[in-house]
């Protein structure tokens, strides 16, 4: 098998702040008028230093765009609930979303690709610092950081990777390895957080607690532990590789044949396919694809990105014929 790099299996890191204005209600309690006060606030306090972030309010997005929002990652499904009193502060690369009005006044998110917490945790930091010249937080010198859900208090820092663990699911060793996990401490969600389920073998996971230990403490230990469940899923691919070579190598181009040939083709079945051939050319099975971004076409086809670039909503039966279309543009490029 090729050298296999930790980023084909770590396609995505995150680091998500909690923070919260002193001198406001947490936002379940706050009236329309104190949400919009939270809002140009914190606006307000972006500004002074970086006038490129644009804010948007929800209530003047379209379902649509606000689920195609949240299948892009620069916003919680929690916030897409937020329709009256809810908005964000997006970057101009997208790589940095705030916000507000979540279930906290303040979510910032920093993303980057492969592992890289430690990076990520830097901006997190820097846009804090920002903020917090210019806004007084809800913070306690015992227990830290003041958010709505207990869990949150103290650092108020979710760490996260996006991993791409197909080997582990395919060998049915995945829910053993995962139920390990969360008795260490980490959460295992789906592509979304929690409460959504995983699509394409690809898992959110995360620490639970940030309560008691400082943000590069939490970092390590998630490292850590991301670093063995790569280990696991490398030697489960040798294995597949020494052992099951010829079933792999089928299975890797009947999916590849599939996508490139199907006239209509459902999200779920597009991701399974995917995954696969994903795996396959990161194994050196399905060269064919190398180079591709598979997981960036992942994201792409998801059923509210479909119906932003077609410029409408479209019915389902279109959705899945674009879908493919889409697909077999990019493989066969």
């Given at each position: 098998?090729?050298?296999?790099e930790?980023?084909?299996?770590?396609?995505?890191?995150?680091?998500r702040?909690a923070?919260n204005?002193?001198?406001y209600?947490?936002?379940?309690n706050m009236?329309?008028?104190?949400?919009?006060?939270?809002?140009k606030?914190i606006?307000?306090?972006?500004?002074?230093?970086?006038?490129?972030?644009?804010?948007t309010?929800?209530?003047d997005?379209?379902?649509?765009?606000t689920?195609s929002?949240i299948e892009?990652h620069?916003?919680s499904?929690?916030?897409a609930?937020k329709r009256?009193d809810?908005?964000?502060l997006?970057?101009p690369d997208?790589?940095?979303?705030?916000?507000?009005n979540?279930?906290d006044?303040i979510?910032?998110?920093?993303l980057?690709?492969?592992?890289s917490?430690k990076?990520c945790?830097n901006?997190?930091?820097?846009?804090?610092?920002?903020?917090?010249e210019n806004i007084?937080?809800?913070?306690?010198?015992e227990?830290?950081?003041i958010t709505?859900?207990?869990t949150?208090?103290?650092?108020?820092m979710?760490?996260?990777?996006?991993l791409?663990?197909p080997a582990?699911?395919?060998?049915?060793?995945?829910?053993?390895?995962l139920y390990?996990?969360?008795q260490?401490?980490?959460?295992?969600r789906g592509v979304?957080?929690?409460g959504?389920?995983?699509?394409?073998h690809?898992y959110?996971?995360s620490?639970?607690?940030?309560?008691?230990?400082s943000?590069?403490?939490l970092?390590d230990?998630?490292?850590q532990?991301?670093m063995q469940?790569?280990?696991?899923?490398?030697s489960?691919?040798?294995?597949?590789?020494?052992n099951n070579?010829?079933e792999?190598?089928d299975?890797?181009y009947?999916?590849?044949?599939?996508?490139t040939?199907?006239?209509?083709?459902?999200a779920?079945?597009?991701?399974k396919?995917l995954?696969?051939?994903k795996?396959?050319?990161?194994?050196g099975?399905?060269?064919?694809v190398?180079g591709?971004n598979?997981?960036?076409?992942?994201?792409?086809?998801?059923?509210n990105?479909i119906?932003?670039?077609e410029?409408t909503d479209?019915?389902i039966?279109?959705?899945?014929?674009?879908?493919a279309?889409?697909?077999?543009?990019?493989?066969l490029?």
């Open positions: 098998m090729s050298n296999l930790n980023n084909d299996i770590v396609v995505t890191s995150r680091i702040l923070r204005l002193k001198n209600k947490f936002p379940i009236t329309h008028d104190e949400s919009d006060n939270v809002i606030e606006n307000k306090a972006i500004n002074t230093h970086d006038k490129n972030y644009k804010l309010y929800m209530k997005l379209s379902d649509v765009q689920n929002l892009n620069i916003i499904p929690a916030l609930k009256d809810g908005a964000f997006l970057s997208q790589k940095v979303s705030i916000m507000i979540e279930e006044h979510r910032i998110q920093t980057g690709d492969g592992l917490l990076e945790w901006l997190s930091n820097n846009i804090d610092d920002i903020l917090e007084e937080y809800a913070f306690d010198r227990l830290g950081y709505s859900c207990p949150n208090i103290g650092t108020g979710r760490a996260s990777v996006m791409h663990l582990l699911s395919i060998t049915n060793q995945i829910d053993k390895l390990g996990v969360s260490l401490g980490i959460a295992v979304y957080g929690e959504t389920k995983s699509i394409g690809l959110q996971v620490n639970q607690g940030t309560l008691g230990a943000e590069e403490t970092i230990k998630i490292t532990i991301v469940i790569i280990d696991k899923e490398k489960t691919r040798e294995h597949l590789m020494k070579y010829d792999l190598e299975d890797f009947r999916a590849y044949g599939l996508l040939n199907a006239r209509k083709i459902s779920d079945e597009a991701m396919l995954s696969l051939v795996l396959g050319s990161e194994m099975i399905t060269p064919m190398k591709k598979i997981y960036e076409l992942m994201i792409c086809i998801q059923p990105n119906s932003t670039i410029g479209i019915s039966k279109e959705r899945d014929k674009k879908r279309e889409i697909i077999r543009r990019e493989l490029r």
